[in-house]
């Protein structure tokens, strides 16, 4: 009995002795951290506000990414050392005082006053996004002062500059130096300063010729308001807006070329009669193409002026308004050729042009340089080659009749064509009139088609233009082309630019 307990009681010792060293081993297994754990973590703070904490080192607060506020006003941190939080922390919002000339600006400034423009202030205004104005005592050279306005072109900069004795503000756009003496060498560098001037007006003095000039072409974008001694017998204000030189004569063409840079405002410049010729005139045209050029030009026996709307060689006396003039003694159509109507390039107002019937032309490439053209006739030239025609988008009429034209695919591209006539040509396919949208008159007999392709052409035009007029036999030439010319708007408006009657416009019916 006395063993049966103690057997007992031994075995109960053993199931505890085991249990506790069960738990000592689930401790000594256990995490440290799990152990020593607190309860609870506060979290980690989003702002901070640290102003003048006399902080230089900011390799700590790199480390806080939880940051989305974070003020360092009045800690005297380098552009370095703000780099290379902001690199870090890329979407906190800092503050930070800004170093500009031994000075520090709180980095939310709106305005800013400084003594000079450093090297480094172009950069340096980047690190102040909320900037609205700058003013600087001492004026930047005006290199740094056109950069400033270019990058921060919301910020309104502001420097005063002594010019010609008087102080003026930075952004000012014009100059009135009325009743002043002014020295022009000075005032080159002067202007400098004033990225924003526009205008500069003086007074009636006398200036050096040479000076006004190296002045206006220091600053081609500021009009300078002036008296000019544009010729020896002639002295005027720079701001007028056209010249009538018909009067005067330029000895020098190129010395006066180099005067009208003085004239800011001038639009319009006729020197019909002055003495230069065609290729110094277009010199001065393409130099200046914010002025319009006219001057005497000659084609043929014609003496026209480069402003002429509308030229026929059918007009022997004298075109509308003053535009020119015949000054030969006789008339013959077989003494024009092509390069005769070369000068016709110097018109670049011209709408209308007629050489028809000049049979010894050869061609007419110099079509090439009208493109303004609306209205043309080179009937009865002979002509083979219409490729040219290409260049005259503009075209709304063209006679085209007894000539000996094949190929007619560079009509197709005539898109503003209204009235057409073909008569009496070589064509082998009308293929290049089914896509003239505007076509309104179509004379297209005799013209090298036989009777069943102007059939099947005049049906197809038809259903894409209802309204046309179509004029197509093999049998009737209609030489005097009376029907063509009557009522057609373009010929009327064609022969009132060339001073010259309207022909077939009675009552003869159809």
Known sequence: MFQYRLFNRSKKLFVIALSLCAMLMFVACAP????????????????????????????DLMKHTQLTKLDLRGNELSR???????????????????????????????????????????????????????????????????????????????????????TVAADTATLDFTGKTVDLAELRTELERLPNLMQVTFDDESLALAEQIALAQAYPGVQFIWKVLLLDDLTLRSD??????????????????DKLVLFPKLTRLDMCGTGPSDEEMAAMRARYPAIKFIWYTRVYNWLIRTDIKGFSTGQRREFPDGAGWYTGDSFSYKRMHSEHFENLKYCTDLVALDVGHCTQIGDVDFLAYLPQLRILDISLCDLTDISVLTNLPELEFLELNYNYVVDISPIASLKKLKYLNLNNNNITSYDALLDLPLL????????????????????????????????????NREYAMSLWRKGNPAYLEMQALFGLRAQNQGTKKD
């Open 80 to 166: 370095e050392s703000f780099d290379a939080l902001k690199a870090a922390l890329p979407d906190c919002a800092i503050l930070w005082s800004v170093p500009i000339a031994g000075a520090r600006f709180d980095s939310d400034m709106t305005a800013l006053t400084l003594d000079s423009a450093t090297d480094d202030l172009v950069d340096l205004l980047a690190y102040f996004p909320a900037l609205e104005s700058v003013i600087i005592a001492t004026p930047p050279d005006s290199a740094t002062a056109a950069t400033l306005t270019e990058k921060y072109p919301a910020v309104q900069f502001g420097w005063d500059i002594m010019i010609a004795g008087e």
């Open 240 to 257: 007028v807006a056209e010249l009538d030189l018909r009067d005067y004569q330029v000895k020098d063409a190129a010395a006066f070329s």
């Open 440 to 475: 309104e008159r179509l004379w297209i007999s005799c013209s090298g088609l036989s009777d069943q392709q102007l059939e099947d052409m005049s049906a197809a035009l038809m259903a894409k233009l209802p309204n046309l007029t179509i004029k197509a036999s093999n049998t």
């Open 32 to 59: 440290k951290e799990a152990i020593n754990a607190p309860a609870s973590a506060e979290p980690l703070p989003t702002t901070l506000d640290l102003r003048d904490q006399g902080i230089t080192d900011v390799s």
